[in-house]
């Protein structure tokens, strides 16, 4: 099976930078897309950013202008550069890869474990 791997969480101080990386591994297929989501205690997971392996990306809008998503088709890799954290960041956030199986057309998504970023003075 396909397993994401995150790491780079941790505790910043408001206006702090955090950089999260997540690998991918185990894919018999080529992953379509990759991205971060987040989850908020007592809140639903929400997208942060997605790209796909042609590099077409997007943003929510909390996300826009200060974090940066990238990826590394070669090796699987996706990163995401936050800047100008505040504390409304505060959540565990999980790696996404979207595969679209050829046999099924259908698209598979699988998770990573989530890494938590905790912005606090």
């Known amino acids: 099976q396909v397993q994401l791997v995150e790491s780079g969480g941790g505790l910043v101080q408001p206006g702090g930078s955090l950089t999260l990386s997540c690998a991918a591994s185990g894919s018999l297929f080529s992953i379509d897309i990759m991205g971060w989501y987040r989850q908020a205690p007592g809140k639903q997971r929400e997208l942060v950013a997605d790209i796909t392996s042609d590099s077409n990306i997007n943003y929510a809008d909390f996300a826009k202008g200060r974090f940066t998503i990238s990826r590394d088709n070669s090796r699987n890799l996706v990163y995401l550069q936050m800047n100008n954290l505040n504390t409304e960041d505060t959540a565990v956030y999980y790696c996404?890869?979207?595969?679209?199986?050829?046999?099924?057309?259908?698209?598979?998504?699988?998770w990573g474990q989530g890494t938590q970023v905790t912005v606090s003075p």
């Open positions: 996404n890869a979207g595969i679209m199986v050829p046999i099924t057309r259908k698209r598979v998504d699988y």
